[in-house]
């Protein structure tokens, strides 16, 4: 049906003036006014499912292998990979067409259970330190890793992309009822440093 | 009054003036000034009354050590002027003064200090019983520390930060920073917290010989120069360390400057090693008036003078026992104050250059002696020195005495992480025995003078914190090492405190007003522990958090208790180290509360929104609280209601039956395709936790509800309880991946067949049945046919991003039929005409299955899961003396519903009402409550007790249940 839209939970008070309609998710390519940066980014559109098993190293979604260490990450094939403990990974498809759905009963979509931002450029890491003491931005973690903990005292999973210097990229989830409080507390965090609300665009572009 | 504006050591400028306004008149300060500094060159010298006596007070300490300085700045009380940085526009009032400082209508309560000696209120004031409420009014109208009015709202910023460092630095001085720099040389993420505005500690404004002609407060900021180059050291300035817990968790505050976004920020650091660096501050001297303004410590006087460019007096006496006096007289002389005396307590061992320098400069040294009283109205202009036994005396006038016993480490940092200290005899400190694991002390605090040790043992620690976090440091460690032994070591410490005085007047204690002859009392009165003492005087528990008397209490009471080992233990401190605001600690403090998909949607139709649990939810409609026309509405048309806040997992695997088994009391085997099951669940006492429906999607694959309030803790009790099994099972939470609506009503099904081409007749899809299709081809459903309003009704779970379009879906089709909104209020009457009960509305921690008439839903005959509670469940099911779950009417119909949890009485408390309402489908007040099982009899007279009913007393007669529909033929309609 045309009108049947998914929304996502996360709504800016920005001006989006350039969107396009995804399976049926509206989303927004780029707001009115991004500025330089550090950017919040709303990703929650993007497909994730959660992988569960026993033998989870007998498991290679979309041909990946899971990283053996829990905590680790991977980036391949536009999908995230998070090993979270021994028998559970996460799995964010970041870039990329939708793929398909993936077989087996280790797998559930949990896209909808979950608002999926991004945090991005410059001062993100002074950002993030007013939310949370996860250490994202710890020099002897290689790049990506997963950390699973409290964002302004939400649990969420965290995966620090990369950083250099006062540079970081930080992707997490929460779940997706906590949203526009999560987004109110980083913006407000953020304000000091310029953080505003971009779209995909912005994202793609890392 | 003239400021120094060339020193090298000044921290203000005085070109830059900040206005402030003080008991009505504006003066004006210089920036970088305290509020207490720019206070004292505007001449003002009693800046509050004491707490008890309401004695003037004075500077003392400039580092907020006492409550001597507590002001009221900017309508904030107990603000510490000395420490706080002066800013424009600045309001500053004097508190606890009736009056002004100067002449304070209260100052006669100092005469009346014999009838207030130690605990004088727990004698006087305890019997009988009822004088104590009325004499604990008047006693808080006279005392206090500044008053804040119930509504008062703090303004200005209050953030937060969480760092993480390898190496946590506490105390920003010479010592602190060596180790900082050590650490840091390593590759580790180190950081600094200082009290003071600027690094340096007591380097800072010495001008002191260090090294090769280098005076120690350019070491001092060549020090913090490297420091601010090295990227890996981030330091925190004007930041106080508050608090130390468990695996180097480090918290502090910081107040923030004019480029910070922040007033105050709370700071929470967690480090794997920590350097404790904190120096000394001085111990009082104990002599007759000792706290009088005029009195003040020889780091107040030096720092009023190198760093904020102010004499103290102009003619002054010394009284010191360190050479850090000898020293401040040197060049406080030098910088034009006329000595008249310093007295040393020692008899030797002083500094001979310093001494010498004395001769040459003609400044008189009494070794031996010590001042025994500060004379002078309300601000001193003699003082009274003697021998140390008190066989010869001289007074001297003057306007300015410098005061120390000698030195103290601040050991807080240490004691809040669990050190254990013990007097120490060469050092006179209470040094620590053990050092927790992974935390170092460093500089001054173990009794080090010699500026080269200081730094020397700084980088000891920095090494030692390295080798914490796993850095190779040994070739490092050991040459520092050597250089620390090369060093002078730990000086031996004056081990006097008070002077041969009776102690009627002096004071150990400034913020309680307590006294030297005050601790004898306690002494007498057989009080033999310090901790024990420091309760009964009250001695070291004001704003100071025992700074003024923490040292010199314990050793006071083993002096006077003849005890030769001194082996009388400081007094507890406890976080935060320094007063801080409430408003600090609360940060941000955003509001962090879920939403469902339907929020925005419910909110454009009106909901008015209340908070439960973590959820906010719609609980009216409108502004009739009543909920009448949404109520009416579900009985008779059909009604939309936003139920996503229930738990919903998915369990799935081999062993998955087994852990459904586990938890929940049914058998759970029995769920039959197409079939909801509803069942509970229990803790290992029978009492219930949890309910909902179970759901079989396929084989090993279920997906079942939790109540709301559960749905956080499901997945770790179904872990818990399965533990040990070796179970092949998963879980997931998909509470907020699906919404809820509930669609109610005799007309649901007419709506529900609108939208969607799967077969929903009630053949088809009867009550208690689920079915999986699509709504407008497009949505996913997981439909339920249950009834817990009591009316034909379906729970349709879809992804919540489709959520708002199903809602608005239903919404159009529902429109010819009447369909509206009902919130949380509407539902919960609905579901008690029904006498559906609501696990914890219905129940509390002691209420059982078979408490609330569900214990139908217990199936006996499994033993083979060990469910969870059944063994209690056995033991319970018929145990006499349980509150049952009963219904009730009011015997008036006419009469108000009583309020929710208002007590069943007779002669005893029977039980509680769990909820009550006025049924406007039934016209009549009905409710459920718990009552002692021998008032759960229907046709029981119950008498209903409200908070602050008196007299009155509501009555109910125990009625059968359910009220609606008791056949439920709605349901199933």
Known sequence: ?????????????????????????????????????????????????????????????????IPETPGKSIMEKGFLINRMNRTQASVWHLTGEQPDAPDGPAYTET??????????????????????????????????????????????????????????????????????SMVGAILEAGEEFGLRPAGEAAFSKI | MNRFNQLLTLRIDPTRKKAFTYLGKTYQGAEGDTVASALYANGVRIFARSLKYHRPRGLYSLDGECSNTCMEVDGIPNVRAENTLLKNGMA??????????????????????????????????????MIWPIALKQIRKVAGLGKLAPDFAMTGKYDEIFPTADVCVI?????????????????????????????????????????????LYQRARDLAKQVADTPDIRTFTHTAMVGAYSNNLITAFQIGGANDSFDQRYIEIRAQSVVVATGCIERPLLFDNNEKPGVMQIGCAHRLARTYGLLAGEKAVFSIGHDLGLEAAIDLFDLGLKISCVADIREDGQDPGLVEIMQRKKIPLLRGWVATEAHGKK??????????????????????????????????????????????????????????????AAGRMSGLNDALAIEASGRCAGLQAAADCGASVDANLDEARTSLESRPGPVKGSKMVTAPVKGDKTFICFDEDTTVKNIKQAIEKGFDVTELIKRFTSAGTGPGQGGIPGHNLPLFVAQYNADPDVS???????????????????????????????????????????????????????????????????????????????????????????????????????????????????????????DGVVIKRGKNDYYFTTSTARAGATVEWIRYHTRYDGWNYSMVNLTDAFGVINLAGPDARKVLAEITDADVSNDAFPYTGYREFKIKNTIPVRAMRLGFVGELSYELHAPSSYMPALWEILEDAGSEFNIRNFGLEA???????????????????????????????????????????????????????????????????????PRDGSIIVDTKIRGYVCIARHSHTLDEVIGLALVDESLAKIGTK????????????????????????????????
């Not at chain 2, 840091?184 to 180190?190: D, Q």
């Open chain 2, 171 to 215: 105390g920003g001085g010479p010592a602190g920073m060596s180790a900082a720099l050590s650490a840091a040389e390593n590759g580790l993420r180190v950081i600094i917290l200082e009290a003071r505005p600027w690094l340096g500690g007591f380097f800072e404004y010495r001008v002191a010989e260090y090294q090769n002609e280098v005076p």
């Open chain 2, 942 to 973: 119950l008498e209903i007790y409200e908070d602050e009913c008196g007299d009155k007393r509501l009555y109910a007669v125990v009625a059968p249940t359910p009220f609606y529909d008791p056949e439920a033929k709605r349901l199933k309609m």
């Open chain 1, 111 to 180: 896209t909808d259970a979950t608002m999926f931002v991004a945090l991005i450029g410059r001062k993100t890491y002074a950002i993030a330190e007013k939310l949370t003491s996860l250490d994202l931005a710890n020099p002897a973690q290689k790049t990506p890793f997963l950390l699973q903990g409290p964002i302004a005292h939400v649990p969420c999973q965290v995966v620090t992309l990369a950083q250099s210097g006062e540079h970081c990229d930080i992707l997490f989830t929460c779940s997706r009822g906590y949203a526009q």
């Open chain 2, 379 to 440: 601000t001193l202009n003699k003082v009274t020195l003697s021998t140390l036994q008190g066989t010869r005396d001289k007074e001297f006038s003057c306007d300015l005495l410098v005061a120390s016993a000698g030195m103290t480490p601040v050991t807080g940092p240490l004691t809040l992480a669990q050190a254990k200290l013990a007097f120490d005899n060469h050092t006179g400190f209470f040094l620590p025995t053990q050092l927790p694991v992974k935390m170092h």
């Open chain 2, 568 to 690: 009388a233990k400081p007094t507890t401190i406890r976080p935060p180290l320094v007063p801080t605001f409430i408003a600090t600690y609360a940060g941000a403090n955003h509001d962090m509360c879920k939403r469902t998909p339907l929020h925005a949607l419910q909110k454009k139709a009106g909901g008015v929104f209340r908070r439960v649990g973590v959820w906010n939810r719609a609980r009216y409609f409108s502004q009739d609280f009543t909920c009448r026309d949404e109520i009416d509405n579900v009985r008779n048309n059909v009604g939309l209601f936003d139920a996503s806040t229930l738990g919903k997992f998915k369990i799935w695997g081999p062993d998955a039956l087994k852990a459904l088994q586990r938890v929940y009391v049914s058998d759970m085997s029995k769920i039959s395709d197409g079939k909801i099951k509803y069942s509970a669940m229990c803790n290992e006492d029978a009492c219930l936790i949890d």
């Open chain 1, 1 to 65: 049906m045309e009108n049947i839209k998914r929304v996502s939970p996360v709504v800016f008070k920005a001006r989006p003036v350039k969107t396009e309609i995804r399976d049926n998710w509206a989303v927004t390519l780029e707001y009115d006014a991004e500025g330089p940066g550090p950017y919040l980014i709303d990703l929650s559109h993007r497909t994730r499912w959660d992988v569960q098993d026993g033998n989870l190293d007998e498991i290679t979604p979309w041909e990946v292998a």
């Open chain 2, 827 to 897: 539902q919960n009457v609905l579901r008690m005409e029904r006498c559906h009960v609501i696990i914890g509305a219905e129940s509390e921690q002691r209420t059982t299955l078979h408490d609330v008439g569900l214990g139908f839903l217990w199936d006996r005959t499994k033993t083979d899961a060990k469910t969870v509670g059944a063994f209690a469940l056995k033991q319970t099911e018929k145990q006499a003396g349980r509150l049952k779950l009963v219904g009730f009417k009011t015997e008036d119909s006419d009469a108000r519903a």
């Open chain 2, 92 to 129: 500053v009032k004097a508190q606890n003064v009736k009056g002004t400082p100067e002449k304070d209508l209260l100052g006669f309560m100092d005469k009346m200090s014999w009838a207030m000696p130690a605990g004088f209120y727990y004698n006087t004031m305890h019997k009988p019983a």
